[in-house]
Structure formats: C-alpha cells, structure tokens
C-alpha cells in the first residue's frame, strides 16, 4: 500500500498478473493502482481517524529526533481537527470533485466595439476545465486506450490547479499576449488583492486633499482650511442648519445652495466647523503622529494651511507636499479627536519621550540672535532694578538687546520671600524670559535648538500640555518676529576659507608619497597602503574641520550669520560647512548591492565648493551624488517593507492588565563606551518598575520599594550613588497570559504616565523602529555622497603604568632621513 510506481513498473506488474482486470473491485486479491487525484482519493477514503490518532500518538512517545516529533506533531493536530468535526467532515471530502463556478458579475464578459469581447481571466481559465472534462467524459464512454486517458486526466488536473492557483513561474498558463493569467488566489493575495485593497483600502467619503502652506499666525491646534473645501466637506451639516433656520425647505434646495456657494452658507459653514476638528495625514504614514486633529480656520485660496511647528512630526515641508483631510462624523469620533489627537496634545514623541515640537529653521535662528551677547555692545555693564526697567531701556534705544548688563532678578519665581539677585543677563534673553511660565527658572543661555528642547521638556514636566502649547506659539512668534528684523543673509565673504588649509594639504600628498615609497619597497602590502592613505586623509580632513569651526566662531564675535545658522541648529551641519570652505574629502564609490563594505576613492577632493572643483573633482563628485539618489530610491522600500513585517508580528501586544505579580525582571546598567558614560543608569531606568527594593548604599534608607514607578527624583538620586545595577520589570519578562501588563512596560511616553489599559504598545514600537528606519535612508541624500567615518583610535591608553611586554614581534633596524637609527616593527600580530 502507498508505494509509488513508474510508468514500467506498472506495466511489468500488470503483465506478471495475467486476469487481473476481470476481478471485481471488492476483490482482496485485485492488484489496483490509480494515478493523481483519485488514488489519494481512495487512500484518504480508507482513513480511521481515531486509530490515526492512536497510532502517532504511541509513536511520538517513542521518537528520540526532535525534527520527527515536530512533524509527527504537525499530523496529530490535523488528526485532531478531523476528529473534532466528524459530523461535519471526512478526510477523502479535501479532494476536490466538483468545481464551484463564482458568479458572472465577479467574471464579467464586456463586449467592445469591432464585435470582440473583453473577457476576465477567469472565465478563461473555467473554460479550459470544462473543455477538458468533456472531453475525458467522452474518452470513457468510448473506452479508450489507459494511455490516453491517463493523459487527459493530467490535462484535466493541470486545469483545475491553474484555476485555483496559476502563480507558479514554470507551469503558469498564458493568454494569446503571453501574459500568466489572473487565477482565483491570484486576486486575493497580496497588496493588490481583495483584502488588502478593497477591504483594508476602502476610498472614504467626507475627505479631501491638497497643497499645503506654513500658517504662522496659527495656533497649535488650528489648521488653515480653503473655504470651497470646508464647504464641501461639510455639506450634510449645512444643509441640516438651512432646513433648521427654516431658509429652505427640502434637501434638495438646500444642496442647490451649497452647490451655488451662497453667501448665506459663509456663516452657517463657520457656525458647523465650532468644535468639529478635521483630522490631518501626510503620507507616508509612518508613525501615529503622522494623523492629528486640527481646529479648522476658514481662508481664502486653494491651499491647507499647516502650523510650523506641526512639521516635525509630519515631517513635512512646503515645497510642494501634498496632505489629506478627514472629518470625523461620529460624536463619539468627534470627542476622540478632541480629547487625543488634537495638535496641542500631542506634544511628546512616543518612540522617546523627547518634545517633537521643537521650534526649528527661522524660529531657532530668531531666538538665537535675541538671546546671543555681544561683547562691547551700547549699554554694556549697567544695571537695572527690573526687567520692566530693561524693557523700557531697550524701547528707549539706550542698550543694545546684545548688551550684557546687570539686572535684579527674584530667585524663586513662584516664591519671592526667597529674595532677589544681581543677574547678569541681557536684553534679548529678559524679553524671551517673560514667556517662559512661572514655574520654570530663569533661563539665561544662548538658545540653541539643543537648549529650547529642554526648555520644553522643564515646561511639560511643570506645567502640562495646555500651558505648554501656548508657550510653544509665543516663542513661534518671538522667534519668527527676530528672524525678520536680525535680517540674517548668506553671504561668500561669511564663508571663510583658513590659511592653514594649503599647508596640510602639502602636508598630506608629501606623506601619500611616503607611504607609495614604502610599499614600493615591500615594506607594507596594498590593503595596508590603501588603508593608511585613507586615514591620513581622514585625520587631515578632521583637522581642518576643526580649524575651519574654530576660525568661523570666532569671526565678528560669533555673529558670522553661516556660524549662527550652524551654532544654533536651524541649519546646516558641520560636514556641510566644511565643505563650503574647508575640502570636500573623501567620496565614497558607489558599491554593488550586498557588498557591506562601502569603497572609498583614495584621492580626496582637496578643493571646497568657495573654489570650486577642477574637472576630475567634479566628475568624482557626480559619481558620489548619484550614489546618494540610488540609494534613497532602493531603500526606502526596503525601510517601508521592515515596518510592515514589524507591526504585523507586534500588533497584538496590548497592556491588557494592571500587574502581573511576576518577581521576574532585567538588569539594567549605564552604557559606557570605554570610560565615558554614553547613557546613564538613571536615564535607562526612568519611568520603569523596579522588581526589588532599592536602598541607599551609603545611609541604608529605602529609596524605593519594589513594584514602584522610578521618577525623575528617583533617578537623579540613584545616578549620584555609588549603584551600578537596578533590576527592572520588563515586557520580556511580562507573565500576562495576554498581551502585557502596565507595571512590566512602564511609562507611557507621550504622556510621561504610567500606560493606561488598552494602549496598543506593540504598535507603537514597532512604528519607532520602523519610522526612523525610512527616515535614515532618506539621509544618504542631504551629505552629497561624501565618505564618512571617523579616525579609529590607533592608540589603547591604560589606565595604569607599568612595561608591556611583547610576544613575537620581529623589526627590523632602519636609517631615517635625519641619519639616526631606529626600529621598526614588521610582525602583523603579536600577543
């Protein structure tokens, strides 16, 4: 039984069986032996489930090899499934004997003009199975010969199985233009299949779409939206206040109105649009944040009026993106987008807990120019009794907003008994001060980009997200209003190139020189010449990047308008400004795909984009730039494709209880790279479980018990003792039987409060992951192609003095240009 036979096989047993065909069926002694389909038809026939079960359960208890339990395992749970539906089901019932014909209007037959006809490929496909059937029907009526119909059954069979499933490469069946045709499996799979397009993908009602523009007199949670749009969106809602108002009678005349864009409708439209957001996307949706609710304003023109500071988080600009609107109808919806999605509430970035709303561009550099000293400036060294004192001073034109002057200030904002200080401040920085809420201190630094961001962060800690997103659109507007009058401009003489550049460039070719002589000589095999060419220009380049930044800040006293958009973080990046005045480096070659290594061209452009290039210089250059745009092109599908496969492995991690009571945990220490601390203990366990109590080592007093939330406070306190490891609860450790619990995953980071029960936390990782992922190989595209990479340490310091002894190390004895001896080593390796 179940033994399979060749063709000669076959005949050679029928022919030793001589009166075989003349028995009947039922007949033990009949040697029967049938092909494709019908022969497992009858062995499934003869199946007994529960003695199948019997029987691989008996043989799993004996099986020693791991991978035949796994599939002796795999059967049980089918066997199973049969056993639990034997009402129902019969194992001989998953051969297919009947084929089920779908509808005509799922297979349309379309005529065209010139009497042809457009036909689904379905219909095709049916075709040639009922065209096969009929014609083994009339095969067997007339006896023919088994060769015969033993080939048209494989015909037949071939038929049914491209009609299910036609997207094998080799076997596929074709139309007349040589094109696989579309089977029934065909249309449900994938992204352009049923489920994906029509049922995940429905087109909606009630959206819209368009360019937008920057509305800097918006507030945070307002949105700029073009009156026919708004009209149009909300068109049941109107009609509904003119059959109200009794303007019109039926719903037919009122849609007249609308259509016509009376202006009765102006008013009831600003009426409707009163607490009814709209919601806002910009694709590609990477992240939650890319969908937010927005108060919507009506304006004049065809644009979407977007907040800046909303930006980031879209991470959009205004050359030309486009962005989709949507209404929310429900009122349930309506008090969603109200209460979670509106633009002010959504403050907090979810992957980090860092502010995403962080003034960037014109408002940084604006902010930056009023809170920037300057030396020798009118007024300097006075003093003043109050900041309305300076106010007035600075109207007056008697200092300069760069002044640095001497002012009395409270120590406590929020408790003056504290008493007051002499401050030395200026200006500029007293003006952005009576912004900054009361409950954060004085903030007297220059603002960069790095600066406000933690300024915000102080202000959402305390404060909250109302009082924060007022702060966020008076320093919009501040910084907006001292970018215009600073008047900062670009210009080639703020652009300056050092002195010093010719001299190490001269530097760098005499000792490639040096080098190309020594691996004449045999001294050094290529891979080592083409590795110290590399660094040599790399260390040269990091030189002069250095000089160039030493010598642009100290230019006009830090007030070089390309040193300010660089020091303040609203543009550029030090690689770029190297480039402009100091060399372009070294360029990267474009490498083949999977090559890990990226090849670096080993002449650098010594040039800078001031000089210009030579013509070589610039064709290296294209090469460089091209690579750039390949690269953005080929991997942002890859990216997209990564957070796809990432949510659908994590979408059902929900928090689903409030603890789950495990003693479990992991061990967290501060990451360290060598010597110096990349990221604190603190920082890595703030807003976790902790699993034990934790004791001050010094005192013996309990800092925290175990199962409490570890809060700023906390934090600080165990990164200033001598503690080296806290052990925290972790998702990983998580004992929920579904999904995980709040105190194993902690705080919820854009809200900075412990996780609520329902929040989807494995979506939210998944899009951290993946969304920086796109963002990353967007990159590649702003540097220009330039090779990165640092100079690697060629020196290990130790941290205790001593001798070092070494084993195997061969040198040799050498005369140097000056006419001394020294030694050199040859060995690759020693011990």
């Given at each position: 039984?179940?033994?399979?036979?060749?063709?000669?096989?076959?005949?050679?047993?029928?022919?030793?069986?001589?009166?075989?065909?003349?028995?009947?069926?039922?007949?033990?002694?009949?040697?029967?032996?049938?092909?494709?389909?019908?022969?497992?038809?009858?062995?499934?026939?003869?199946?007994?489930?529960?003695?199948?079960?019997?029987?691989?359960?008996?043989?799993?208890?004996?099986?020693?090899?791991?991978?035949?339990?796994?599939?002796?395992?795999?059967?049980?749970?089918?066997?199973?499934?049969?056993?639990?539906?034997?009402?129902?089901?019969?194992?001989?019932?998953?051969?297919?004997?009947?084929?089920?014909?779908?509808?005509?209007?799922?297979?349309?037959?379309?005529?065209?003009?010139?009497?042809?006809?457009?036909?689904?490929?379905?219909?095709?496909?049916?075709?040639?199975?009922?065209?096969?059937?009929?014609?083994?029907?009339?095969?067997?009526?007339?006896?023919?010969?088994?060769?015969?119909?033993?080939?048209?059954?494989?015909?037949?069979?071939?038929?049914?199985?491209?009609?299910?499933?036609?997207?094998?490469?080799?076997?596929?069946?074709?139309?007349?233009?040589?094109?696989?045709?579309?089977?029934?499996?065909?249309?449900?799979?994938?992204?352009?299949?049923?489920?994906?397009?029509?049922?995940?993908?429905?087109?909606?009602?009630?959206?819209?779409?368009?360019?937008?523009?920057?509305?800097?007199?918006?507030?945070?949670?307002?949105?700029?939206?073009?009156?026919?749009?708004?009209?149009?969106?909300?068109?049941?809602?109107?009609?509904?206040?003119?059959?109200?108002?009794?303007?019109?009678k039926t719903v037919k005349s009122a849609k007249k109105i609308v259509d016509r864009k009376d202006p009765v409708i102006w008013d009831i439209l600003e009426n409707v649009m009163k607490g009814h957001p709209v919601l806002l996307n910009r694709a590609p949706t990477l992240h939650r944040l890319v969908i937010q609710a927005f108060q919507p304003r009506m304006i004049s023109g065809k644009a979407i009026q977007l907040h800046p500071?909303?930006?980031?988080?879209?991470?959009?600009?205004?050359?030309?993106?486009?962005?989709?609107?949507?209404?929310?109808?429900?009122?349930?919806?309506?008090?969603?987008?109200?209460?979670?999605?509106?633009?002010?509430?959504?403050?907090?970035?979810?992957?980090?807990?860092?502010?995403?709303?962080?003034?960037?561009?014109?408002?940084?550099?604006?902010?930056?120019?009023?809170?920037?000293?300057?030396?020798?400036?009118?007024?300097?060294?006075?003093?003043?009794?109050?900041?309305?004192?300076?106010?007035?001073?600075?109207?007056?034109?008697?200092?300069?907003?760069?002044?640095?002057?001497?002012?009395?200030?409270?120590?406590?904002?929020?408790?003056?008994?504290?008493?007051?200080?002499?401050?030395?401040?200026?200006?500029?920085?007293?003006?952005?001060?009576?912004?900054?809420?009361?409950?954060?201190?004085?903030?007297?630094?220059?603002?960069?980009?790095?600066?406000?961001?933690?300024?915000?962060?102080?202000?959402?800690?305390?404060?909250?997200?109302?009082?924060?997103?007022?702060?966020?659109?008076?320093?919009?507007?501040?910084?907006?209003?001292?970018?215009?009058?600073?008047?900062?401009?670009?210009?080639?003489?703020?652009?300056?190139?050092?002195?010093?550049?010719?001299?190490?460039?001269?530097?760098?070719?005499?000792?490639?020189?040096?080098?190309?002589?020594?691996?004449?000589?045999?001294?050094?095999?290529?891979?080592?010449?083409?590795?110290?060419?590399?660094?040599?220009?790399?260390?040269?380049?990091?030189?002069?990047?250095?000089?160039?930044?030493?010598?642009?800040?100290?230019?006009?006293?830090?007030?070089?308008?390309?040193?300010?958009?660089?020091?303040?973080?609203?543009?550029?990046?030090?690689?770029?400004?190297?480039?402009?005045?100091?060399?372009?480096?070294?360029?990267?070659?474009?490498?083949?795909?999977?090559?890990?290594?990226?090849?670096?061209?080993?002449?650098?452009?010594?040039?800078?984009?001031?000089?210009?290039?030579?013509?070589?210089?610039?064709?290296?250059?294209?090469?460089?730039?091209?690579?750039?745009?390949?690269?953005?092109?080929?991997?942002?599908?890859?990216?997209?494709?990564?957070?796809?496969?990432?949510?659908?492995?994590?979408?059902?991690?929900?928090?689903?209880?409030?603890?789950?009571?495990?003693?479990?945990?992991?061990?967290?220490?501060?990451?360290?790279?060598?010597?110096?601390?990349?990221?604190?203990?603190?920082?890595?366990?703030?807003?976790?479980?902790?699993?034990?109590?934790?004791?001050?080592?010094?005192?013996?007093?309990?800092?925290?018990?175990?199962?409490?939330?570890?809060?700023?406070?906390?934090?600080?306190?165990?990164?200033?003792?001598?503690?080296?490891?806290?052990?925290?609860?972790?998702?990983?450790?998580?004992?929920?039987?579904?999904?995980?619990?709040?105190k194993c995953y902690g705080r919820n980071l854009a809200t900075s409060r412990m996780v609520e029960k329902g929040e989807v936390v494995g979506v939210i990782a998944a899009q951290s992951i993946g969304e920086p992922g796109t963002q990353l190989t967007l990159r590649t595209f702003h540097v220009g192609g330039t090779a990165g990479g640092a100079v690697v340490d060629s020196t290990v310091e130790s941290k205790y003095d001593g001798?070092?002894?070494?084993?195997?190390?061969?040198?040799?004895?050498?005369?140097?240009?000056?006419?001394?001896?020294?030694?050199?080593?040859?060995?690759?390796?020693?011990?």
């Amino acid at each position: 039984q179940m033994e399979l036979l060749s063709e000669d096989e076959y005949m050679d047993a029928l022919a030793k069986l001589p009166g075989n065909e003349n028995l009947p069926d039922s007949d033990p002694q009949k040697f029967i032996a049938k092909m494709g389909a019908e022969g497992v038809y009858e062995l499934l026939r003869r199946i007994d489930v529960d003695a199948l079960s019997k029987e691989l359960r008996e043989r799993m208890i004996s099986e020693t090899s791991q991978q035949r339990k796994a599939d002796l395992l795999k059967r049980l749970q089918v066997v199973k499934w049969f056993q639990e539906s034997k009402e129902v089901n019969r194992p001989e019932w998953m051969i297919i004997k009947v084929v089920p014909v779908i509808p005509p209007d799922l297979r349309p037959l379309v005529p065209l003009d010139g009497g042809r006809f457009a036909t689904s490929d379905l219909n095709d496909l049916y075709r040639r199975v009922i065209i096969r059937n009929n014609r083994l029907k009339k095969l067997i009526e007339i006896k023919a010969p088994e060769v015969i119909l033993r080939n048209e059954k494989r015909m037949l069979q071939e038929a049914v199985d491209s009609l299910f499933d036609n997207s094998k490469k080799s076997s596929a069946v074709k139309s007349e233009s040589n094109r696989a045709l579309k089977s029934l499996s065909d249309s449900l799979k994938g992204k352009q299949g049923r489920f994906r397009q029509n049922l995940l993908g429905k087109r909606v009602d009630y959206s819209a779409r368009s360019v937008i523009v920057v509305g800097p007199e918006l507030n945070m949670d307002e949105c700029g939206l073009p009156q026919n749009m708004a009209a149009e969106l909300y068109k049941p809602f109107i009609i509904r206040k003119l059959i109200e108002r009794g303007i019109v009678k039926t719903v037919k005349s009122a849609k007249k109105i609308v259509d016509r864009k009376d202006p009765v409708i102006w008013d009831i439209l600003e009426n409707v649009m009163k607490g009814h957001p709209v919601l806002l996307n910009r694709a590609p949706t990477l992240h939650r944040l890319v969908i937010q609710a927005f108060q919507p304003r009506m304006i004049s023109g065809k644009a979407i009026q977007l907040h800046p500071l909303a930006c980031t988080a879209f991470n959009a600009d205004f050359d030309g993106d486009q962005m989709a609107v949507h209404l929310p109808l429900g009122n349930a919806a309506i008090m969603e987008a109200q209460l979670l999605m509106l633009g002010s509430q959504n403050i907090l970035n979810p992957a980090n807990g860092a502010p995403i709303t962080v003034p960037s561009q014109d408002m940084v550099l604006g902010l930056y120019y009023i809170s920037k000293i300057r030396k020798g400036a009118k007024g300097e060294g006075k003093t003043f009794y109050g900041p309305e004192e300076v106010i007035i001073a600075y109207n007056g034109k008697v200092i300069d907003m760069h002044a640095e002057i001497n002012v009395r200030l409270a120590k406590d904002k929020q408790d003056l008994s504290k008493g007051y200080e002499i401050v030395k401040t200026s200006a500029g920085r007293i003006i952005v001060n009576q912004l900054v809420p009361e409950e954060v201190p004085y903030v007297n630094e220059t603002l960069g980009k790095k600066a406000l961001r933690d300024i915000i962060t102080k202000v959402i800690k305390n404060t909250g997200v109302q009082r924060t997103a007022q702060f966020l659109d008076d320093i919009k507007n501040l910084g907006y209003d001292q970018a215009f009058r600073a008047g900062i401009s670009f210009n080639l003489g703020d652009v300056i190139i050092p002195n010093e550049k010719y001299t190490l460039i001269e530097e760098g070719y005499k000792q490639v020189g040096e080098i190309k002589n020594n691996f004449a000589m045999g001294f050094i095999t290529n891979n080592e010449r083409y590795n110290k060419v590399i660094d040599l220009w790399t260390s040269i380049d990091n030189k002069l990047t250095g000089i160039v930044t030493r010598q642009i800040s100290a230019d006009q006293q830090g007030f070089n308008p390309v040193y300010m958009m660089l020091d303040s973080g609203a543009r550029g990046s030090t690689q770029q400004i190297k480039q402009l005045c100091g060399m372009r480096g070294l360029m990267a070659k474009p490498q083949k795909s999977g090559a890990s290594e990226t090849a670096i061209i080993e002449n650098p452009i010594t040039s800078n984009l001031k000089e210009g290039m030579s013509v070589l210089e610039y064709f290296i250059s294209t090469h460089g730039a091209r690579k750039g745009l390949a690269d953005t092109a080929l991997k942002t599908a890859d990216a997209g494709y990564l957070t796809r496969r990432l949510v659908d492995v994590s979408h059902d991690v929900i928090v689903t209880e409030d603890d789950c009571g495990t003693l479990r945990g992991l061990i967290a220490r501060a990451i360290r790279d060598k010597d110096t601390i990349v990221e604190s203990l603190g920082e890595r366990i703030l807003g976790r479980t902790t699993v034990h109590d934790i004791f001050n080592p010094i005192t013996g007093e309990l800092i925290l018990q175990a199962g409490e939330e570890i809060c700023e406070n906390e934090a600080a306190l165990i990164d200033s003792l001598p503690i080296e490891q806290v052990e925290i609860r972790s998702v990983l450790t998580c004992e929920s039987r579904k999904g995980v619990c709040a105190k194993c995953y902690g705080r919820n980071l854009a809200t900075s409060r412990m996780v609520e029960k329902g929040e989807v936390v494995g979506v939210i990782a998944a899009q951290s992951i993946g969304e920086p992922g796109t963002q990353l190989t967007l990159r590649t595209f702003h540097v220009g192609g330039t090779a990165g990479g640092a100079v690697v340490d060629s020196t290990v310091e130790s941290k205790y003095d001593g001798t070092l002894h070494f084993e195997e190390l061969r040198t040799i004895e050498r005369i140097n240009d000056n006419g001394d001896s020294e030694t050199v080593v040859i060995s690759r390796m020693t011990e």
